[in-house]
Antibody, heavy 120, light 108 residues
């Protein structure tokens, strides 16, 4: 079964750090571009970051640029999001999502999400 | 940055046709993707590349894109279609993903 499973969420104080992980299974992870997407409580979806299949190309939303770092380990079938200098407005469910090849950025497989709460 | 505009809500009776719009400057030149999200669940891709359906998505779901408006059409609406729907594009000018604000579909 094709699956993405996020972990690493939790409660963190403003200014703190957190590292999210996304474990992939059921497909050749190294062949797919990946993204992180978040959703604040009661709000819509917000794209966060993109990484190419090799990890050589990376993009960020303006709201997280300079604070978040996306990475991947294809040998471990895993995607990561290092989040530093966290703010209250970063509170959200964070999803990892796989890109449909040659689709100009459609996300066909999503994880169940992991909740990040930034609060003192 | 590129902006996608969706109506906050759309209501439709069972068996009728629902149309959810997504507005953006010259959106017809971009590939538009649509997601369905039910409460407490992750989003599900229902249309990609303007009008293609992933396997497992009913033929009742269709999409179109032209000019400044993309449209998700759901024919013969069922109670189970009640959900939030989001349009999305990749903005190549800024190398960023963009989602619309979402539309809550209510089945009367």
């Amino acid at each position: 079964e094709v699956q993405l499973v996020e972990s690493g969420g939790g409660l963190v104080q403003p200014g703190g750090s957190l590292r999210l992980s996304c474990a992939a299974s059921g497909f050749t992870f190294s062949s797919y571009e990946m993204n992180w997407v978040r959703q604040a409580p009661g709000k819509g979806l917000e794209w966060v970051s993109y990484i190419s299949s090799s990890g050589s190309t990376i993009y960020y939303a303006d709201s997280v640029k300079g604070r978040f770092t996306i990475s991947r380990d294809n040998a471990k079938n895993s995607l990561y999001l290092q989040m530093n200098s966290l703010r209250a407005e970063d509170t959200a469910v964070y999803y990892c999502a796989r890109v449909v090849p040659y689709s100009h950025g459609a996300f066909d497989i999503w994880g169940q999400g992991t909740m990040v709460t930034v609060s003192s | 940055s590129y902006v996608l505009t969706q109506p906050p809500s759309v209501s439709v009776a069972p068996g009728k046709t629902a149309r959810i719009t997504c507005g953006g400057n010259n959106i017809g030149s971009k590939s538009v993707h649509w997601y369905q999200q039910k409460p407490g669940q992750a989003p599900v891709l229902v249309i990609y590349y303007d009008s293609d359906r992933p396997s497992g998505i009913p033929e009742r779901f269709s999409g179109s894109n032209s000019g400044n408006t993309a449209t998700l059409t759901i024919s013969r609406v069922e109670a189970g279609d009640e959900a939030d729907y989001y349009c999305q594009v990749w903005d190549s000018s800024s190398d960023q993903g963009v989602f619309g604000g979402g539309t809550k579909l209510t089945v009367l």
